[in-house]
């Protein structure tokens, strides 16, 4: 019995654009690129360092219309964003603007312009009041106002409803850090926050996530921290009894992560008949209606579903399940 092969080639281009390297120094730009380098020939992409302009920067530097400051210095971005107001209350001082129109655009433009200039600095509760002072001037002014009235009268929902900067940067980088919260707890199939629940053990894969690698690092050296989180912020997913987290070591749902993905998998209770005290096998699991577009190779059986099985299984005989994990009610994932 002979066997042949065939093989082609195939042409494909690639662009690489708006890429910059940031270094303190010469030398260690050098040493950037050289590993750079290194790497687009692993993978034969050609990279041209004579393409490269090097600009020495002593200050701030612009990527993205944001500047970024390699001495982590904020000064310069607040006179930006002092700037920015104040060309921006000049352009509206000389026109006929009623004081809606003038909210609207304070509101809608400005102040977006602002929130994304300084996704990168935070600035404090006074810094915000002060650089957003002349806003509130030319609005008291363009409304007959005096000088002296409270600036909160202009910010109240039934009033003027004025966006005030420390809140709009607020809610700006809470939402950030809530979004890499979920999005940490998602990828680690979690069914509450990181923030309540966190065991995975600090290794060479933790920088994927910053913030999973300072849980990690934190629990390693037996630094217990404990957050007092608002019930909304948990992030519970309900519907089942008994989570897999909860009888699982967090290292091993990562390790399974493509197959509990690709059924849903969250608690122990989707792998249960209706009454919660017997295994199913997987035919009946993947068979469920809810998995009808799943094309995942049905016949095969998934090593995580044997290594579950092994766990809770009364006996290797029995397809009932060890006392301590069946449901006390039933079960709702058929």
């Not at 352009?91 to 400005?110: A, C, G």
């Not at 095969?300 to 006390?328: E, H, M, T």
């Amino acid at each position: 019995m002979t066997s042949s092969s065939l093989s082609v080639d195939i042409s494909s281009l690639s662009y690489m654009d708006d890429v910059n390297w940031i270094a303190s120094s010469k030398e260690d730009l050098e040493f950037i690129l050289d590993i750079a380098d290194e790497y687009y020939s692993l993978i034969r992409l050609k990279f041209g360092l004579f393409h490269i302009p090097i600009i020495p920067v002593l200050g701030s530097v612009r990527f993205l219309d944001i500047l970024i400051n390699i001495f982590n210095s904020s000064s310069f971005v607040k006179k930006q964003t002092k700037d920015t107001i104040s060309s921006f209350i000049t352009t509206l001082k000389s026109k006929l603007l009623t004081d809606k129109q003038l909210i609207y655009f304070f509101n809608t433009v400005l102040m977006l312009t602002l929130e994304y200039s300084l996704q990168i600095i935070p600035l404090s509760f006074n810094e915000c009041n002060t650089l957003s002072a002349p806003i509130q001037r030319l609005l008291k002014s363009n409304s007959k106002f005096a000088s002296s009235a409270p600036d909160c009268l202009f910010k109240e929902n039934n009033f003027y409803n004025l966006h005030d900067l420390w809140n709009q940067l607020m809610q700006e980088f809470s939402t950030a850090f809530l979004i890499r919260l979920f999005r940490l707890q998602l990828n680690n199939r979690l069914h509450v926050s990181p923030l309540v629940k966190w065991d995975l053990p600090f290794n060479n894969k933790s920088f994927n996530n910053f913030i999973g690698a300072i849980f990690s690092f934190l629990k390693q050296n037996g630094l217990e921290i404990s957050f007092n989180i608002h019930k909304y912020l948990k992030n519970e997913i309900k519907g089942g009894l008994i989570s897999l987290d909860s009888i699982l070591p967090q290292a091993i749902l990562v390790k399974h992560q493509y197959i509990i993905n690709k059924f849903s998998l969250l608690f122990l209770d989707q792998f249960l008949d209706n009454k919660g005290s017997s295994f199913i096998n997987w035919k009946e699991l993947v068979n469920r209606s809810c998995y009808k577009n799943n094309f995942f190779k049905k016949n095969n059986v998934s090593n995580f579903y044997k290594l579950v099985s092994s766990l809770v299984l009364k006996s290797d005989s029995s397809r009932l399940v060890s006392q301590n994990y069946r449901l006390a009610r039933t079960n709702i994932f058929l």
